[in-house]
């Protein structure tokens, strides 16, 4: 069973928080607020944030340049997962990342069921690493980005999280780019 355990320290994560949107700028992205939100609220940095339009190419450059920046760990992206064709933040990050989480999705799906039953089955959240840098794709509601933090990534970028989480391993992730 997960548990926080109290005799590790806390270690703070630096988040960027890319929203994907055709027609939000900052002060219309509640779905980003949320996130910069349960982010400060976790004790993590908000390293960067930004809005980018859905074009593919867009999208995928700031997730490049992100992954390339030493102040950031970790990148939320939110909008642009579902079926249309305007949604290519799914198709974007998967031309960035080197290894992909799938069980991200499978577990962001049983979440969702729990909260809006089958329509859960038409997001396409994903995530993945690159660089050293983690990456996830959430959908663009506000709910779904409460139930990605708080049901997952809140847990799994605690260092204090047993038996295993994300932050634990960050400093391997880049290993096989070292010279031996």
């Known amino acids: 069973m997960s548990r926080i355990d109290e005799t590790r320290p806390f270690v703070p994560v630096r988040i960027a928080v890319l929203t994907v949107s055709d027609t939000r700028g900052l002060a219309e992205d509640r779905s980003g607020d949320t ?34 920046d030493d102040g950031i760990d970790v990148i939320l992206s939110t909008g642009g997962t579902g079926l249309t064709g305007r949604d290519v933040t799914v198709e974007a990050h998967r031309d960035v990342y080197e290894k992909e989480i799938e069980a991200f999705a499978t577990v962001f799906t049983m979440v969702s069921m729990q909260k809006i039953g089958t329509s859960a089955v038409q997001s396409r959240a994903t995530g993945g690493v ?16 409460k139930d990605a933090w708080d049901e997952i990534l809140v847990w799994q970028l605690d260092y204090r999280h047993r038996p295993c989480n994300f932050v634990e391993i960050m400093p391997r992730l880049d290993e096989h780019m070292r010279r031996k």
């Open 35 to 68: 996130l910069v939100q349960r982010i400060e609220a976790a004790g993590h940095i908000l390293a960067a944030r930004a809005i980018v339009r859905d074009e593919r190419d867009l999208i995928a450059a700031q997730l490049r340049a992100w992954t390339l």
């Open 130 to 145: 690159a660089n050293g840098t983690y990456l996830f794709a959430l959908p663009g509601s506000t709910g779904a980005c």
